[in-house]
Structure formats: C-alpha cells, structure tokens
C-alpha cells in the first residue's frame, strides 16, 4: 500500500506565494513520474506542472514561469513552489506519482490540499 499526504495549502493574497510538498510512503521500489493536479469548482481537474525521474519538467501556458516543481527521490518527496499566485489559481491540489511496488505498478493520489488566493 502506497499513501501519498500533501501539505503546504492556505490562503494567500494576490502576487504571493506558496509551497506544496508531497511525501510518498509505504512499500515503495521506485518512483516514476510525478505531478500536481489541480481541481476548481464546477471544473475538471487539470495537471500544473510534471516532472520525471530524470528531473525533466513540463508546465501549462498558465502557469508556466510562475510555477516550479522539483523532487527529493532520497526523500520520496515532490514539491510545488507556486509564486505570484492569482485568485484563478484557487483550487484544491492533489499530487499524483507513478509507483512501483514489489511486483506491482500502480498510480496514487494524495487527498488533496486547498489553495485559495484573495484579497
């Protein structure tokens, strides 16, 4: 069993910034890719930013130059730097990793966290 638990989400105004971290646990060999996801009200759940094994990165036009993803593999963990954020940026944010387990290759979600961007 894999679990995946975000952190990182809050309010925030206008122009600032936050940072999102997702630790992977349990019976893990190795990770593959990894992302962030992100689901507003009323829509579809969206990827922000992705990243490989290797550390190659790919972003939408929404949010690329203001959004940045890295991982630690030592720590299982990938992050989300998110700066001058915009109130349409308010979403909840799930983290997404391709796992593979002993002798099995499974996709997991975290529980998501909230990031709400206001004045």
């Known amino acids: 069993q894999v679990q995946l638990v975000e952190s990182g989400g809050g309010l925030v105004q206008p122009g600032g910034s936050l940072r999102l971290s997702c630790t992977a646990s349990?019976?893990?060999?190795?990770?593959?890719?990894m992302g962030w996801y992100r689901q507003a009200p009323g829509k579809e759940r969206e990827l922000v930013a992705g990243?490989?094994?290797?550390?190659?990165?790919n972003y939408p036009d929404s949010v690329k130059g203001r959004f940045t993803i890295s991982r630690d593999n030592a720590k299982n963990t990938v992050y989300l730097q998110m700066n001058s954020l915009k109130p349409e940026d308010t979403a909840v944010y799930y983290c997404?990793?391709?796992?593979?387990?002993?002798?099995?290759?499974?996709?997991?979600w975290g529980q998501g966290t909230q990031v709400t961007v206001s004045s």
């Open positions: 990243i490989t094994n290797p550390g190659r990165t």
């Open positions: 349990g019976s893990i060999f190795s990770i593959n890719a």
């Open positions: 997404n990793a391709d796992v593979l387990t002993t002798g099995r290759r499974g996709y997991y």
